[in-house]
Every structure is written in structure tokens, then in C-alpha cells.
């Protein structure tokens, strides 16, 4: 996936890391220091290069809780071409870390390449972490389903974050409009963007909603919301089906009467988290992620709400990043793999300290409710939202390559242009870029990848 799709779903490569890790169970508080804790020994981890803030706490942290213990890192470049080239030319050197990050749409080509390990045995491995720990849409998106990986793991989900709707509390309070709620669908949310909307002639000063709608966590959840899927039984885009052309239609008329801020516009406005915290607009779609950046620049008073339902469904936009063993650690340095994983998914370790910067919510069943997320101080208030919303959560198809996925981000965008800019029909656009993208596909997938 491009550079440019990463940072959609990753809206600043310096965010807190936004990690989601669950378990069905409750962990007690050092369950994980019952069994036997590496001494000495040095642990290698490859890191994307936008996580390396939020994740040198947890590295201290860790080597505080085993001295001896030594974490050495690198960073890998925070997109997903990037990501994949790096490792890949690592792997032909003999040159992997012990574990590496990885994005979601790269699982299966690194598994392929023998650079990340099946999971399994360590899920299978007696620790507290084990294979119903992790939270199944997540987990479910470095499944490998056709290949001579078929049925591996390859990846445990720390980026996973699903779509929530960010609200400006004082933009309704200031039009006497009550917040928005679990019984709002996307006709009603449009009802109230308009009338939050502010205009100076025919120049929108202020947005009612924020929306990037050629991103995979927009369009997909839509498109299943109306009953259908986004690629065809030949893993083929169907992007002029009913469902398809409704989606992109109710998002981008929007963007043309100047109610939703497109990317672009978002951009010219410093960022999505920009606008929402500047008031230019009033409704943000995005992720648990941004929570630190609306922080640290929001002075009006917020909130989050579930994403409306459209069609009568409530669907809602996913993603993950994750981190794996690789081939060289399952080979070599499995024991200290295992321990590291074990403490970073545990609600003392690694998900404390990440959680602790807002940015990341643990999709634990046992910890939808721990203090180490809901308690802190709001905003945000309405902390079920994010735990809630997992359970409506869309994920982009697997199947997708990484290559085609840049050629999706880039027709779309083309698309959205030729539609909201130059007054395409949207069917037409949908058209052209499916053109595009299916070649891409075909070509990719001739190729063996």
C-alpha cells in the first residue's frame, strides 16, 4: 500500500502507536512472570519508523523488567513498499531482526518470502498469550488463506484500530443540536453536518463532517452496508456494482455541496486532526490513533460517537499493523521472542505503557473495561465506543497486494477529482479506475504475487 494510505490510516508517523491487543480472558497482574524469564541475552526488533516514539517506553520497560536483557532496534521505512523491500533484502542478506513490524496487507507476500514465522506455535505454546487471546478480526487479517501458507499466522495485531466518529462538542451545543448517538444513521448525520456547515458566499468556512472517502475503511464498510463485497470471486474489484456506486455517490455529493471535507481539502487545512481541532470542522471519521494529536491541539470540548449505520447496518472501517517473529528468530532466539510477547500484550506490560498515551485501546473482552484506557481523563468520555465498535469492524480484503493496493489509493483519488472537480458521473469514474486497478491485479497476480 502506498505511503499515502498508511498515513490515512496513521495520521502522523509520530502518533502514540496505536496498538489493539485483546484476550478473552483476564490476565492476572504478573500472570506472565510464572514462567521461566530470560537472564541474560539480546532481542532484536525491526520498528516502523512512525511507531519509534510510542514504543521506546515499552523497549525501557521491558529491559527494566528482565536486566540482563537487551532490546536493539531499527527502524524500517513507514510505508508499506517500503516496509517490504527492506525486509525482503534483509532476508536475502541473513540479516533479519528476531521480530518485525509488519502492516496487514503485507502478511501473506512475507510469509511466501520466509521472512515472518507462523505464529502458532507460539500461541500454542502454554504462555498466557494463546490462540483465542487476540482479538479475531484483527488476528483474522494475518491469516493466510490459499498457498503453501495456507492457514498460518503470520502477525499478531498491535495497530489495529477501528472508524469512530469524533464530534466538537460546543459546534452542537452553539446550534442547539443534541450529540450524536447510537441510532444515528448516515442520512442523519448528513442532516446535522449540513446545518453545522458554515459558508462565506460559496466558500465553506466550516465543514459539518471530515471524511477520506477513497480509503479503504470508508468505502469498504459502505459497501458491504449494502449488501455486497468489494472484489469478486476471481479477486477481481467490482467497483461499478449498485453497492458500489451508492457508497462513493452519497460520500462524494457531499464533497461537491461542501458539507464533507475531502482528503485534499483536509490537507490544505493542516490535517483532519488539524481542522477538528481548529473548528474549521465540526465531525471527524477516523481512529482511536489520532486521540493524542485531537488532544494536544482540540481546546473546544469532544467526544466520540459509534459510526452511523447506512442501509440499517452499522459497519465500520479497520486496519492493523502488527508485529511477528521472523524465520531467523523462530530459529534462534525463540525463547526470548516468546517472553517479549507474552509481557507486551499483558495488561502490566507493554499495553499499559502504550495505552497510558491515548492512542491505543487494548481489544481485550477481559480489558474493554480496564483502567489502564478508561480511566483516564476524557476527552474522550464515551471510551465504550471504541471497544464497541470492533464488533462492526470491515477489514480491507487480504487477498489485495500490495503492489495493486498503491494502484487503488491512486484511481480513487483520481476518481474523487474527476467527480467532485470536473462533474465526472461517478459511475464513469468508478469505471475508469476499475479499468486500471483490475490490470494491475491481473498483472500481480499473473506474476505470482
Not at 119 to 125: A, D, E, I, N, Q
Not at 227 to 244: C, F, H, I, R, V
Amino acid at each position: 500500500m502506498s505511503k499515502t494510505t498508511l498515513t490515512q490510516f496513521t495520521p502522523s508517523r509520530r502518533t502514540v502507536l496505536a496498538g489493539l491487543a485483546a484476550s478473552p480472558f483476564a490476565l492476572a497482574a504478573g500472570s506472565h512472570f510464572a514462567m521461566a524469564q530470560p537472564t541474560s541475552g539480546t532481542l532484536s526488533i525491526a520498528v516502523l519508523d512512525w511507531a519509534e516514539t510510542g514504543i521506546k517506553p515499552v523497549f525501557a520497560a521491558y529491559e527494566a523488567a528482565r536486566p540482563g536483557v537487551k532490546i536493539d532496534y531499527s527502524l524500517l521505512p513507514g510505508d508499506y513498499q517500503g516496509i517490504r523491500q527492506t525486509l525482503l533484502s534483509r532476508r536475502l542478506a541473513n540479516k533479519l531482526p528476531d521480530i518485525t513490524y509488519l502492516a496487514d496487507i503485507l502478511a501473506t507476500q512475507l510469509a511466501n518470502a520466509e521472512v515472518t514465522a507462523d505464529m502458532r506455535p507460539f500461541l500454542t505454546s502454554g504462555g498466557p498469550i494463546g490462540m483465542t487471546s487476540l482479538a479475531k478480526p484483527f488476528l483474522d487479517q494475518y491469516l493466510v488463506t490459499s498457498g503453501p501458507n495456507k492457514d498460518g499466522i503470520f502477525g499478531l495485531p498491535i495497530g489495529a484500530d477501528t472508524v469512530v466518529l469524533y464530534y466538537n462538542k460546543k459546534h452542537f451545543d452553539d446550534a442547539g443540536i443534541p450529540y450524536p448517538n447510537d441510532d444515528w444513521t448516515f442520512e442523519k448525520q448528513i442532516e446535522v453536518a449540513t446545518q453545522l456547515t458554515q459558508k462565506s458566499g460559496t466558500t465553506t468556512t466550516r465543514y459539518g463532517l471530515a471524511a477520506s472517502v477513497p480509503w479503504h475503511a470508508t468505502y469498504v464498510p459502505g459497501i458491504e452496508a449494502f449488501g455486497d463485497t468489494l472484489l469478486d470471486e476471481n479477486n477481481m474489484y467490482k467497483l461499478q456494482t449498485e453497492a458500489a456506486i451508492k457508497v462513493f455517490t452519497m460520500y462524494w455529493d457531499q464533497v461537491k455541496a461542501g458539507v464533507i471535507a475531502s482528503t485534499p481539502q483536509q490537507t490544505q487545512l493542516g490535517g483532519g486532526f488539524q481542522a477538528f481541532g481548529a473548528g474549521t470542522v465540526s465531525m471527524l471519521q477516523s481512529v482511536r490513533a489520532l486521540t493524542p494529536l485531537i488532544r494536544s491541539v482540540t481546546t473546544d470540548d469532544w467526544d466520540v460517537a459509534l459510526e452511523p449505520k447506512i442501509n440499517g447496518v452499522r459497519k465500520t472501517g479497520m486496519g492493523s499493523i502488527a508485529q511477528s517473529i521472523t524465520t531467523s528468530g523462530q530459529a534462534n532466539n525463540k525463547d526470548l521472542c516468546y517472553d517479549y510477547l507474552n509481557w507486551f500484550y499483558s495488561e502490566d506490560g507493554g499495553m499499559k505503557i502504550l495505552a497510558a498515551g491515548y492512542g491505543t485501546v487494548p481489544p481485550v473482552e477481559a480489558l474493554y473495561e480496564s483502567p489502564i484506557w478508561t480511566a483516564l481523563p476524557g476527552p474522550p468520555y464515551d471510551n465504550r465506543v471504541f471497544a464497541e465498535s470492533i464488533q462492526y469492524g470491515a477489514m480491507n480484503p487480504t487477498s489485495i497486494p500490495a503492489d495493486v493496493q498503491a494502484v487503488v489509493d491512486t484511481e480513487l483519488t483520481k476518481a474523487e477529482e474527476a467527480v467532485t472537480l470536473n462533474n465526472v458521473p461517478v459511475a464513469d469514474a468508478l469505471k475508469a479506475a476499475e479499468a486500471v486497478i483490475n490490470e494491475a491485479m491481473a498483472r500481480v497476480l499473473a506474476a505470482g504475487g
